[in-house]
């Protein structure tokens, strides 16, 4: 853990692409409660498309970027 390790906030938050208030936060939760204080109680929202368009999402992540007209292999 990085926490547990003595790891510089600004250093977490640079590495995660958060603010640094974000993992203050994080880190008085981790001193407070723990590890699993710090776990996700449940998904924030239900899923809203079915198993079936899940599936037709995946297969076409899968073909990549550039098959969706994007010019390297980045989204």
Do not use: C, N, Y
Not at 62 to 73: I, L, M, T
Request: proline content about 4%; overall charge positive.
């Amino acid at each position: 853990m990085r926490f547990a390790a003595g790891e510089k906030t600004a250093v977490i938050a640079k590495d995660l692409r958060v603010s640094v208030r974000s993992v203050e936060r994080w880190r008085r939760t981790w001193r407070e409660g723990g590890v699993e204080a710090l776990r996700s109680a449940s998904p924030a929202s239900v899923p809203r498309i079915s198993a079936a368009q899940f599936a037709v999402l995946e297969e076409e992540l899968a073909k990549g970027p550039a098959a969706h007209g994007f010019e390297d292999q980045r989204w």
